[in-house]
């Protein structure tokens, strides 16, 4: 597994479930910065997620976790940034593909959709999942 430095935030919405995600990458010894939000205050999201890309985009981080009500609009406004291959996920296959065929360096969860232990457990095959590299590249490749 690579050397994870994790970025993560959240929008008022996703905030319990970041929280969660911090206590699993504090359990693990995983580096993290949380770039909020720090309250449950209503905020806007395309600001999170833009502080996450950036740290991801600048190699201070090299996965990033945005969590917002449905995980919809973190996974556009991350999209929107150059570099950036943000997956929505809401089950462990598509977290395990994400990153095998895709390389996504961002993973997006929505805490409105899916339950506390599915989100921690896409999390953790998100975190574990290299890229495979091969015709995969290629296609990533293209995207870029």
């Known amino acids: 597994m690579e050397d994870l430095k ?3 935030g959240s929008d008022h919405g996703g ?3 970041k929280e969660k995600i911090i206590d699993y990458l504090k359990a693990r010894n995983i580096p993290y910065v949380d770039l909020g939000t720090h309250t449950k205050e209503a905020c806007d999201y395309p600001e999170i997620a833009r ?3 950036e740290r991801v985009i600048s190699g201070k981080s090299n996965r990033g976790i945005l969590v ?3 995980g919809i ?4 406004a991350a999209n929107k940034v150059r570099g950036i291959r943000a997956a ?3 089950d462990t296959y598509s977290a395990r593909v994400s990153r095998a065929h895709n390389n996504a360096n961002i993973l997006c969860l929505g805490e409105r959709v899916i339950g506390e232990h599915l989100a921690l457990d896409i999390v953790d095959i998100w975190l574990k999942t290299g890229f495979e590299g091969g015709r995969h590249k290629r296609r990533v490749d293209l995207i870029e």
């Open 68 to 70: 917002c009500g449905t």
């Open 88 to 90: 929505l996920c809401g």
């Open 73 to 76: 609009g973190m996974s556009i």
């Open 51 to 53: 502080a996450v890309c």
């Open 6 to 8: 994790v970025a993560i």
């Open 15 to 17: 905030y319990e479930y």
